[in-house]
């Protein structure tokens, strides 16, 4: 197992950025749980996004993977690089998580961080920066089978809603979206402490992992999502006029929910993602 070098001084006396939702995990302990979580195995690939001043790189080299990194801030980028690499161990790409492809990142040129190796064999291990966290989430329901699984920390809420159960204020689109598409667990929950600077809220350690079985096929996957969102862009409303409200015809409403019997004056909060599929599945003829 090779260990990495300290973090050198200059990253680690960068200052967090608040606009860029910086929140830099000082905590060891923290660190060790993370790793414990991801379940790692010598010689795996790992993605992390927003390494910052280092301290989760250094843990997972040590764990014996090797890492791509993709930082945004600019005043990371030599401290990273004169600590990790590049090297067969570490490559660091300077980019925006949110806009950047992945298969980009991963690709087989360069010095060959996936070369050889199934995509889905890649994991990842991050601490999200806070402003990025929904669209990240997105991101990788889209780009769900280039990943075996997902190990990241995100403000205590997310997670919540992540993990919300129909009939509760925390259940959303988001949450039937993500699990439509992947399993998640709580791993635990990290105070504030374990930050600099410390976020006015709690953080919470999730994994997550592409369904084996496919609950929303191809065919039906943009409408779903389409159905999903549209249920909750005015929660009081019910469900039809929501629906309505975002572009869905009444005649194809009133057919699809005499078919799978739901009713139209309920709101989305209450079905479940199974009942989601099956109204996409009567609104596009299925």
């Known amino acids: ?99 950047i492809p992945f298969e980009d990142v991963l690709g087989d040129e360069g010095d060959g961080v996936v070369a050889g190796q199934a995509r889905s064999t890649v994991k990842v291990v991050a601490n999200l920066p806070y402003n990025i966290s929904g669209p990240i989430l997105a991101k990788f329901v889209e780009n769900r089978a280039l990943f075996s699984s997902m190990t990241i920390m995100l403000q205590k809420e997310v997670a919540d809603r992540l993990l919300a159960e129909p009939s509760t204020k925390d259940y959303g689109a988001l949450t039937i979206i993500v699990r439509a598409f992947m399993t998640v667990r709580r791993a635990f929950n990290v105070p504030p402490s374990c930050f600099i600077p410390p976020p006015k809220v709690d953080s919470t350690v ?54 799978t019997g739901i009713s139209p004056t309920c709101r989305g909060e209450t079905l479940t993602v199974e009942d989601f599929i099956g109204l996409t599945k009567a609104l596009v003829g299925l």
């Open 1 to 99: 197992m090779t260990t990495s070098k300290p973090v050198p001084s200059k990253p680690s006396m960068q200052r967090p950025k608040k606009r860029l939702g910086q929140h830099f995990l000082t905590d060891k302990n923290i660190i060790a749980k993370i790793i414990k979580a991801a379940a790692l195995e010598d010689g795996e690939r790992v993605l992390e996004i927003g390494p910052g001043r280092g301290a989760l790189t250094t843990a997972l080299i040590e764990a014996g993977v090797a890492v791509v990194a993709i930082e945004f801030d600019s005043s990371m980028i030599d401290g990273l690089n004169k600590c990790f690499g590049p090297s067969g161990r570490f490559r660091l790409v300077h980019a925006d998580a949110v806009k």
């Open 206 to 259: 999730i994994t997550m992992a592409p369904r084996e079985t496919t609950l929303v096929t191809p065919d039906i996957e943009a409408a779903f999502k389409k159905v999903t969102k549209g249920a909750f862009l005015q929660r009081r409303k019910t469900i039809r006029n929501s629906l309505k409200g975002a572009g869905f015809e009444p005649e194809d409403l009133d057919r699809a929910f005499a078919e």
